[in-house]
C-alpha cells in the first residue's frame, strides 16, 4: 500500500493526525468546563464548537492557495505556528477571565488546523497508488482515533475539577468565595494548553529540518474554485461533510452533558466513558473499517455505517439511563470512517482541481460551528439534551444518501463499465 521510500515522511504526516485529533477532542472537556466556569447557557457553551469550526470556513481557500504556491510542507509549518500560538494564548484567557478571550484562541488554533489537515489529507491520499488512497486515509486517520480516546482521559483528569457548585450553591457562596472558584476552573487549563504548545513548537522544528517528497502537481488555473464544484461527486461530498462534521461535533462535544443528565454519572465518569468507551470505539472503528475495504467498496461501508447510525441515534434521543451511553459509543464506532472516506471519495478523479477540491471539502468543516447550537438551541427550549439529538440524526440520512448515490461521479454515471472499474479501484 505504501512504498518504502515514502514510507517515513507517510509516518511523519501521520502524527500530524493524532496531534489535531487530540486538540479537538480537548473540546468536549472544555465545553462543560467553559459552561460552568463562566456559567453559560448550553447554547452559549456550543460556541466553543462555533469558534473552531468558523476557522475551518474562513481559512480553507487560503490554505489551499497557500499549498498551491509554496507547497505542503510550508503549509504544515505555517499552520502548526498557528497551532502553538492559540495554545500559549490560554494562559492570558485564563487571566482575565474572559470568554471571548477563550474562543479567540481556539480560533486561532483552528486556522493551524485548517493548514494542517488541508495539507495532510491530500497528501496522504497522493504518496502511494491512487488505487488505495481511500485506504491509505482511513489508516492515517486511524491515528486520529487514538486522540479520540486518549485526550479525554488527560483533559478529564487535568481540566475538570472534583468539586462542582450548581447554580444555587454558587448564590450561597460569598462574593469573594465565588469568585475565587470560578477563577480556579478557568485556571485549570492553563497547564494543559501550554504543555501542548511546546510540543507542537518542536514538531513544527522537526518538520523544518525533515526533508519531504515534492509531489509535483499541475497549477489549478484560474476560475477554478467554481470549476471544481462542477464535478457531482465533489459538490455531494461538501455537503455530506457538512452534516458529517456537524454530526460528529454535536455527539462528541455534548457527550458529557448528555450523560451525566440521562444516566445520572458524574463529570469524571463521564469524561472517562468518553475516552475508553467513545473514544476507543472511534479508533477500533477505524482499522476495522479500513480492513474492511479490502473487502466492501468504500461508499458501500459508508451507506450501511450511516443506516446503523440513524438508528443508534434515535436510541441516544429515546432511551433512558446507560442504554443511552452506550448507544452514543455505538455511534462512535459506526462514525468513525466517514470522514476519511467522504474525503476521498470526493477528490477522487478531480486532477487539476484536487487541491482546490480539498480546499471546499475542508471548508465544509464548519457544518460543526453552526450545528452544533442548533443542538443547544432545542435543548435549552425543550428543557432536554436528548431530544437536541436529532440534529446528527439528521446529518447521518445526508451521509447515508452520499454513500448510496452521491459520491458516483459524472464519468462513472455517463461511461457504460466504468463504475465497474471505479469499484474495483476501491475494493483495497
Not at 475539577?161 to 478557568?186: D, F, G, I, V
Not at 488555473?221 to 461535533?249: D, I, P, S
Not at 480546499?359 to 431530544?387: E, K, Y
Request: hydrophobic residues 55%; aromatic residues 12%; positive net charge.
Amino acid at each position: 500500500m505504501i512504498k518504502r521510500t515514502v514510507s517515513f515522511p507517510f509516518i511523519l504526516i501521520t502524527s500530524l493526525f493524532f496531534l489535531w485529533g487530540f486538540v479537538h477532542n480537548l473540546d468536549p472537556i472544555l465545553i462543560p468546563h467553559l459552561r460552568k466556569a463562566f456559567q453559560l447557557s448550553t447554547l452559549q457553551s456550543s460556541l466553543v464548537d462555533s469558534a473552531v469550526f468558523v476557522a475551518y470556513f474562513v481559512m480553507a481557500l487560503p490554505a489551499g492557495y497557500i499549498m498551491q504556491k509554496y507547497g505542503y510542507k510550508s503549509g504544515i509549518i505555517l499552520g502548526l505556528l498557528l497551532f502553538a500560538l492559540g495554545s500559549f494564548l490560554f494562559v492570558p484567557a485564563a487571566n482575565t477571565r474572559e470568554y471571548s478571550f477563550f474562543l479567540a484562541a481556539l480560533f486561532i488554533i483552528a486556522s493551524g488546523l485548517t493548514m494542517l489537515e488541508t495539507a495532510a489529507n491530500p497528501y496522504v491520499t497522493i504518496l502511494g497508488p491512487e488505487s488505495t488512497a481511500t485506504r491509505r486515509l482511513n489508516l492515517a486517520q486511524s491515528f486520529n482515533g487514538l486522540a479520540v480516546t486518549i485526550a479525554p482521559l488527560v483533559g478529564g483528569r487535568l481540566i475538570l475539577s472534583r468539586q462542582s457548585h450548581s447554580p444555587a450553591e454558587l448564590e450561597q457562596l460569598s462574593a469573594t468565595a465565588r469568585s475565587a472558584y470560578l477563577q480556579s476552573e478557568a485556571a485549570s487549563v492553563k497547564l494543559p494548553y501550554v504543555v501542548l504548545g511546546s510540543i507542537i513548537l518542536l514538531v513544527a522544528l522537526f518538520f523544518t529540518f525533515t526533508k519531504l517528497p515534492d509531489i509535483k502537481e499541475e497549477k489549478t488555473e484560474k476560475g477554478g474554485l467554481l470549476r471544481a464544484l462542477r464535478h457531482r461527486h465533489l459538490a455531494w461530498a461538501v455537503v455530506a461533510q457538512f452534516f458529517y462534521v456537524g454530526a460528529q461535533v454535536c455527539v462528541s462535544s455534548f457527550f458529557i452533558l448528555l450523560t451525566t443528565k440521562a444516566a445520572a454519572i458524574s463529570e469524571k465518569t463521564a469524561a472517562v466513558y468518553l475516552g475508553l468507551g467513545y473514544g476507543l470505539a472511534f479508533m477500533t472503528g477505524r482499522f476495522f473499517g479500513t480492513f474492511l475495504m479490502r473487502f466492501v467498496p468504500p461508499a458501500r461501508l459508508l451507506s450501511l455505517y450511516a443506516t446503523i447510525n440513524l438508528l443508534l441515534t434515535t436510541v441516544a434521543i429515546f432511551a433512558e439511563g446507560m442504554v443511552t451511553v452506550y448507544a452514543l459509543v455505538g455511534v462512535a464506532f459506526f462514525m468513525s470512517i466517514m470522514f476519511p472516506t467522504i474525503f476521498a471519495l470526493g477528490i477522487k478523479d478531480l486532477g487539476k482541481d484536487t487541491k482546490i477540491g480539498a480546499s471546499l471539502i475542508i471548508m465544509s468543516i464548519v457544518g460543526g460551528a453552526l450545528l452544533p447550537p442548533v443542538l443547544g438551541l432545542i435543548a435549552d427550549r425543550t428543557g432536554n439534551i436528548q431530544n437536541g439529538y436529532v440534529v446528527p440524526l439528521v446529518c447521518f440520512g445526508v451521509v447515508l444518501f452520499f454513500g448510496w448515490k452521491g459520491h458516483r461521479s459524472l464519468r462513472a454515471a455517463e461511461s457504460p463499465g466504468v463504475e465497474d472499474v471505479l469499484r474495483s479501484e476501491q475494493i483495497i
